[in-house]
């Protein structure tokens, strides 16, 4: 009798966030978030294209009990009581991969003893390829989801995607029926588009739009990306080059100016790893090419 064999897709939707060291605390909707996305980058993107990014063993997983991260086993320790120096522990997971058209696919979860939680994603794509950089994150309080944002950060001067994309944008965002209810931050008014979904989901339903919403863009984010064409092959590509690399500074520039995020890496981890986790990790900026 032949072997029977899982594809490639069949596992990564069976395994969901059991290979993950944080699976057993985060809340379902990150949980199902994370999952989902990276079950459809491990599915959808050509394998012989596509693979896990070497990340620095010092970012794959930090925790607020070992900040130098010499306790292999720390992960397993017990959370200090309230009354500790410890209180409140915060950890950290990370996954990073890489594809033909993006250079890091990166997805963190963040789980702290007091009942934040944070799932953060960013798609960056590769220089060469003349496409947004999909960001969104998820904030959770005690299992209640208090924020939820998604936006195709466009990579021209004025945040205007490009037809053939903003249209199918507007297509999900109409069948998911959203609306947004929170304001953009200063520092995203700078990098976000016409299209940035930003709320704070009022219920289960509300939640669980955002949520086929998210998965459906990121589906489609991965489409457009796989019929991409490198712009090194247009007339004027070195210029386009230079304005996307200024782009993907902005992002990142403007993405570090979100001091909520540095208040609560610096309390658990100091302020230099915070920073370097930040700069290297989070929102690095990939070098123009000689």
Known sequence: MPEARMSRAEAANLVGMAGWRLHDKVCPAIETLAAQV?????STLPEDQFGLLDLE????????LDPEGKQEMVFAVP??????SYYPRLQVENRTYWSRAFRKLHIEVAVRQDGLQVFHCVMYPRLTYDLPILSMDLV??????????IDPCPVTP???????YEAPV?????????????SIPPWGRAIFSPCCVIMRPQGGEDLGRFLKYALALTQLHVQVA???????????????????HAAHQRYCD???ENDKTRRVLAAAFGEQLAEDYMRRLMFDVEPLPA
């Open 38 to 42: 990276e079950a459809l980058w491990t």
């Open 57 to 64: 063993q010092r970012f794959k997983y930090l925790d607020s």
């Open 79 to 84: 959370d200090p009581p309230k009354d500790s």
């Open 140 to 149: 959770a309080n005690d299992g209640m989801v208090s924020l939820a944002i």
């Open 158 to 164: 004025n945040l205007q995607l490009p037809p053939f």
């Open 170 to 182: 507007r297509q999900l965002q109409a069948r998911y029926q959203l609306e947004n209810n929170r």
């Open 226 to 244: 796989k019929i991409a064409h490198p712009v090194t092959s247009s007339p004027g590509a070195q210029r386009r080059i230079e304005g996307i």
């Open 254 to 256: 403007k993405q570090l």
